[in-house]
């Protein structure tokens, strides 16, 4: 198993817990997940400007879209799936929590 999944998986937690207080938890969630989204998306534009269609550009040149369409495999989705699934679940506990409270 990848443990870069797990670490991103805290490290949204975290900050999910740290920034409830001025965003609410679900927005501290969404916040921390997009944290990594945007990681993802720089990461594939990197990985971008290697295919030959983009040979002759720099990040500047880069279209908008490179990032978003060239490089998501299987670890890079689950980079972004797994903090999301782990402020899903921090959410959803929390409300049941203060309903049974």
Not at 1 to 12: F, G, K, Q, S, Y
Not at 41 to 48: K, L, V
Not at 91 to 101: K, M, T
């Amino acid at each position: 198993m990848d443990m870069t999944l797990v670490e991103h998986m805290w490290i949204a937690v975290a900050v999910q817990i740290g920034l409830a207080g001025i965003l609410g938890l679900r927005g501290a969630g969404v916040a921390a997940v997009m944290v990594f989204l945007g990681r993802e998306i720089a990461q594939n534009e990197y990985e971008a400007l290697r295919l030959p269609e983009f040979a002759d550009m720099n990040l500047a040149t880069l279209p908008w879209w490179a990032g978003l369409r060239h490089g998501w495999a299987l670890g890079s989705v689950l980079d972004v799936a797994a903090p999301a699934l782990a402020c899903c679940l921090v959410a959803l506990l929390w409300h049941a929590w203060q309903r049974w409270r």
